[in-house]
């Protein structure tokens, strides 16, 4: 699906662009890709099974998985990072802020592969990145935001593309489909923390927000943030 000109949802089984298991929603988080003169650009790679649709669904667009040079990880959980290794595999270089960087090389419950009833399979990622930093590769300058709380290394990344601003943040917030928050059930999800960073989140202007599950903001998005927001600060204090 082109979101703009050379930016393109190419997974997310929550509104069928991808599909792991008969029933199952929420286990393939959804992928954006962006085309540069000089290579793609991926967003989380969803769960791993799916790698081949996502793929599929490049060539659609004449996306060619062979040019993926980069690949974005939002945070660790299986249904965003479950493909990172077979990336990896392929030559994509991973990038992320250090607490997901730790938690794919590992492997462990911060993955969520029991969420899944799946073994994630671990990955070195190539470049850690820290809190407002500010990243260019093919060009593109990213911006990196750290909102730990539905786990402990959400990350949302700014560029500026086709004079918008876009945010790519994963599940900082949950979809308008069900709920504010991204899943509560992570290990290192933590309350509070998560309500600081929604407080931060909220704040920042936008054009167009690329969400972790569902569907994408294109009016507005920090009203969304700000009734997530909201809802945190209702509930949870």
């Known amino acids: 699906m082109q979101i703009l000109k050379n930016l393109f949802q190419v997974g997310g089984d929550l509104n069928g662009i991808t599909f792991d298991q008969p029933g199952a929603l929420w ?92 073994t994630f399979q671990p990955v070195t990622v190539d470049r850690t990145v820290s809190d407002g ?30 004079r918008k601003r876009v945010v790519v943040s994963g599940d900082v917030i949950g979809t308008l489909l069900s709920g504010d928050f991204g899943w509560s059930g992570s290990i290192d999800f933590d309350k509070k923390i998560y309500t600081r960073s929604l407080r931060r989140f909220a704040t920042v202007d936008t054009d167009l927000m690329l969400p972790g599950h569902g569907m994408i903001y294109f009016y507005k998005p920090r009203r969304r943030v700000e009734d997530a927001l909201n809802s945190a600060l209702m509930q949870w204090r």
């Open 27 to 118: 286990n393939d988080a959804n992928s954006y890709v962006l085309k540069t003169a000089d290579g793609l650009i991926l967003f989380d790679c969803g769960c791993g099974d799916t790698l081949e649709q996502i793929f599929a669904n490049m060539r659609y667009w004449d996306l060619s998985p062979d040019d993926i040079r980069y690949c974005f990880l939002t945070h660790a959980h299986f249904d965003h990072a479950g493909a990172a290794h077979r990336l990896k595999e392929r030559g994509v270089e991973l990038i992320a802020i250090g607490e997901t960087a730790d938690a794919v090389a590992k492997g462990d419950e911060r993955c969520c592969g029991y969420l899944y009833h799946k």
């Open 133 to 162: 930093e500010r990243v260019t590769v093919l060009g593109l300058e990213l911006e990196v935001m750290h909102l730990p709380g539905h786990s402990m290394g959400c990350t949302a990344y700014f560029f500026t593309w086709d």
